[in-house]
Each structure stands twice: as structure tokens, then as C-alpha cells.
């Protein structure tokens, strides 16, 4: 990372280079929100010394959110919110013998005092991740709040547009 690039906020962790198609509309929607993000693979399982290292240190290199993306067994986000304060928001990935279900279960059974907010499987899950992460920091940051208000709107114009669109069919029925 260069000296000019802001100090990331959101830290986007992978147990897999195979699960960055799926990471990478969060890291779109982080980008489209001004939000500085960093991306890295580790593994709970292959890697736990990287992943808690990772998670340790977060806070003082100034991460003030981690998503955390994984299938099957699905440990990464409870092994880093072991090891960290910052929030962490669970991806679970689909995929293996029961499409999802295992990395899902696995995301959402966390003990008591290790929380990991859980989005939704499927493409939607990374964005949602990633808006969750925009609303946590949009806390402290009036001008993220307004981006957020912005983006509302934008959702809302959308479906009214639909709405308009779908009454002229009907209409047309007669």
C-alpha cells in the first residue's frame, strides 16, 4: 500500500482466493461509498496463526470493521472476532455438499461473548456486508450518513419506477 492510499477502515477477509468473485461487489460498494478498504485470504484452518495475528493487530493499524467471507466449516469469523474488539460481519459462503447450509450454520453459532453479525447467503450477502459495514462507520461520519440517505433514496426511486412501469401493464389489461 502507498503512502498516498488512506489508511484502510474495512478489512475483507477470505478463507479462499476462490471466494474473491463473490467478495468483490463489498469491495465495489465500499469503493462506491469512499469507504478505504484492504482485502486479504487467510484461513482459520490453514493459516490460524495469520488469521489471529490478523485480527490482533487490526485496531491499532487503525481497521475499524472486518467482514469475514468462508464456506463449508466456516470458523474465520469467529477466529477473528476471538481475537479482536472491532465488529466483525460473518459472509457465509455457498458451496460444498449442502450449498451454503454448513458455512451458514457455522457463521451464525458463535458463544456467548464472540458475536459475529451474520448477513445472508448468496450474492447479496458481500453488499449487504459491506453496507453494514458503511452504517457502523457512518456512526462517527456525518458525510457517510448523507451517502447512506443517498443510497435510500436511490433504492426508493427504483421500485417506485417499477411500481409506474408494472400499473402501465396492468392498465393496459383493461
Known sequence: MSSATPTPLVGIIMGSDSDWPLLQKGAETLRDFGVPFEVRVMSAHRTPEIASEYAATAEQRGLQVLISAAGGAAHLGGVLAAHTILPVIGVPVAGGAVNGLDSLLAT???????????????????????????????????????????????????????????????????
Open 108 to 174: 451464525i453459532q458463535m458463544p456467548a461473548g464472540i458475536p459475529v453479525a451474520t448477513v445472508t447467503l448468496g450474492s447479496a450477502g458481500p453488499i449487504n456486508a459491506a453496507l453494514v459495514a458503511v452504517q457502523i462507520l457512518a456512526l462517527a461520519n456525518p458525510e457517510l450518513r448523507q451517502k447512506l440517505h443517498a443510497y435510500k433514496e436511490k433504492l426508493r426511486r427504483k421500485v417506485a419506477e417499477g411500481d409506474a412501469k408494472v400499473q402501465a401493464e396492468v392498465a393496459k389489461l383493461g
